[in-house]
């Protein structure tokens, strides 16, 4: 397996990684400056206040988006394996 090849893969990877969880930490980064604002104007400063609501939105996200982003790990993995005899080379 030649260092291309390696690189290859593990830039693959990262983009794969980036793109799957892009979808929540974007959504949870927009509840928590939402619940923050809240915040700050009603000068409430409660820490279980800033962590259910982005909780919440992250789980509602993946639960959402769970099948897509399952499919395209699956694609990825599908692809490594079935290219493992040309890995070999």
Request: glycine letters at 4%.
């Amino acid at each position: 397996m030649s260092l291309e090849v390696v690189n290859d893969i593990i830039n693959k990877a990262i983009q794969v990684t980036l793109l799957v969880s892009l979808p929540s930490v974007v959504l949870g980064l927009m509840a928590g400056v939402i619940v923050a604002v809240v915040q700050a104007l009603t000068q409430v400063q409660e820490q279980t206040l800033t962590f259910v609501p982005k909780m919440i939105v992250i789980l509602l996200v993946l639960g959402v988006t769970f099948s897509w982003s399952a499919n395209i790990v699956l694609e990825m993995t599908i692809g490594l394996w079935s290219n493992i005899p040309l890995y070999a080379k």
